[in-house]
């Protein structure tokens, strides 16, 4: 509640001063005949950029090495919103400040997509259900859903044929493109899923443990587990209690690789593969930009090592 207060504060001051640079408006507006989206994390940017391409100039809110779940956009950010042509959202609760900002910024010309629209969204108490999430508990404002779509090959496909169908609709003109650049990387995702379908289903071990609960929905998508250190929201570290559980249960599932996640406790997932006498892997959650990977280099990586350390 405090925390609410706090932000509403913090809007009506951004507004406030809103009003003093509007006079710079125009010039921004006509700056290359692009659209102007502005994302509002990175994977949102890849999905965006595969897309429109030449076509559109890209701002993304949070910035590069920051940790999504808990962010305020600034003053800048929301100055981008006031010129911009589209605001593209995850979703499904990522952007707990997405209502406060869309009504703060003025901009009626504003298209907001939210791209989880149409993904049969996962349940975060049905997941709780399972021994998948010994993190610790989950305080975070959100809807009652896991956010992390794109990292599900089918729910990224869903996310960026919604951004298809805005970007067509906003610059028709230039639909045969966007249409085009879709098929394009649609069919990358497909077969990069056909591929790993096939792999994963030829092996019987399905248990993987990584730093966040992140990999609801590529999970679903190939049949496998996640065992994670911390919960949906990366909450914090854990108590030594739920160390002990982990390591008890690494140690049950003969589990010998660790994923390691560069914005979550890395030397959690150190420690813990230290205690199961196994080793850390990197893994990408795409909160991020990370070792300069693309959307799809990023995802090959996180399949081809899964993979491996189940075989
Ligand atoms: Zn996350």
Not at 236 to 257: H, V, Y
């Amino acid at each position: 509640m405090f925390k609410k207060v706090i932000s509403y504060t913090m809007i009506i001051i951004i507004t406030l001063s809103l009003i003093g640079c509007s006079g710079k408006k125009e010039e921004i507006e006509t700056q290359n005949g692009k659209l102007n989206v502005v994302v509002s994390f990175y994977a949102m940017e890849e999905f965006v950029k595969e897309i429109g391409k030449d076509k559109v100039n890209v701002y993304t809110i949070i910035p590069e090495g920051v940790e999504p779940h808990d962010f305020e956009p600034k003053a800048k950010d929301l100055r981008k919103l006031e010129n911009a042509d589209m605001l593209v959202l995850n979703g499904a609760g990522m952007e707990h400040w997405s209502k406060d900002v869309i009504k703060a910024v003025k901009n009626e010309k504003l298209k907001v997509i939210d791209t989880s629209q149409g993904v049969n969204l996962i349940n975060i108490s049905e997941e709780n259900g399972d021994s998948s999430h010994i993190g610790s508990e989950n305080t975070h404002e959100n809807l009652g859903v896991d956010p992390h779509l794109w990292l599900g090959l089918t729910t990224a496909k869903i996310q960026s044929e919604n951004i298809k169908n805005a970007l067509v609709e906003l610059d028709n003109a230039n639909s045969k493109y966007y249409e085009e650049n879709y098929v394009a990387f649609a069919n990358e995702l497909d077969n990069l899923y056909k591929d790993y379908k096939v792999k994963f289903d030829s092996i019987a071990n399905k248990n993987f443990v990584t730093g966040h609960a992140t990999f609801a929905y590529l999970c679903r998508d190939f049949n496998l587990n996640q065992i994670s250190i911390e919960g949906v929201f990366a909450e914090g570290e854990p108590s030594p209690k739920k160390m002990k559980e982990l390591t008890d249960l690494c140690k049950e599932k003969n589990i010998k690789t660790i994923f390691m996640e560069s914005l979550v406790s890395p030397q959690v997932s150190e420690t813990l593969a230290k205690e199961v006498d196994g080793k850390t892997a990197t893994i990408y959650t795409l909160h991020s930009k990370e070792d300069n990977l693309s959307y799809l280099e990023s995802m090959k990586s996180n399949l081809d090592i899964i993979y491996n350390s189940l075989k």
